[in-house]
C-alpha cells in the first residue's frame, strides 16, 4: 500500500511508522500485506462496533532486516462514543466506558516472514509460534478465568484461523487468529462490555484487514 493511502487511514503515529518499513524497503518483500492495520479506516473501526468514533495508533514492533526473520506490525485502537475530541482517558473513566458499552479497545498484529536472509529463521520457528500463540489463548479462554469457547471463524483468505470467547463479570473479550501455510499471522483481540456482540464486531474488521493481509 502506498504511504500516502496509509497516512489518511490511520493516526499521525502511522506515519512514522511506516518511514521505519520504507527505509528497509529494499529488505522487505512480503506476499503479504504487512501493513495490514492501515487497510480499514478509523470510521470504519468505529462502525463495526456500533460507536461513532475510534483513534487508532500503528507501529512496527519488528522492522525489516531484524534476526528473527519476520516483521510484525501492531494497531492499536480505542473506540468509543461521543466528542472526538473526548475520548475516555483515564483508566478509571475507560473502565466505565467499556463497562458501560460506549466504548471498545482492538488489538491488531500483523507478522510476516522478511525476504532477507534470516526469513528461513521465522519459517522454521513458524509451527511452534502458532502453537504457542493459540495455546496460551487457550489456556486462557478455555480453561482459565474466562471460561469460554473455542470456535472456527471464517478464514478471509488464510489457510487456518481458530478464534476463543470469553467473558468477565463484566466484560466480553474475545481473540482470534488466521495464519497461511507460508508464514504469515494475523491476530485480532478484543473487549467490550460483557453483554456486546463482540465476536461479530471482530468479524466485520476481519472481513476486510485479514483479507488484505493474505490477498
Known sequence: MHPSRVATRCAISCVASWALLALAAPVAAQAENVDACGLITQH????AFGLNQANNHWRVIQAPGNSAGVVRVRCLATIWAGDAARPPR???????????????TLRIETRAADSGPNAAVWLTNFPSKVKGLTSRARERFVGGPLGGRAFAPPKYGGDHALGFDGRTRQLRK????????????????AVQARGQRT?????RIAGTVVAGFFN
Open 90 to 104: 483515564s483508566t478509571a473513566k475507560r473502565r466505565q466506558a467499556l463497562r458501560g458499552g460506549t466504548m471498545a
Open 199 to 203: 465476536v461479530a464486531s471482530v468479524r
Open 174 to 189: 474475545v481473540s482470534i487468529f488466521w495464519w497461511s501455510d507460508t508464514g504469515g499471522i494475523v491476530s485480532i483481540n
Open 44 to 47: 470504519e473501526t468505529a462502525r
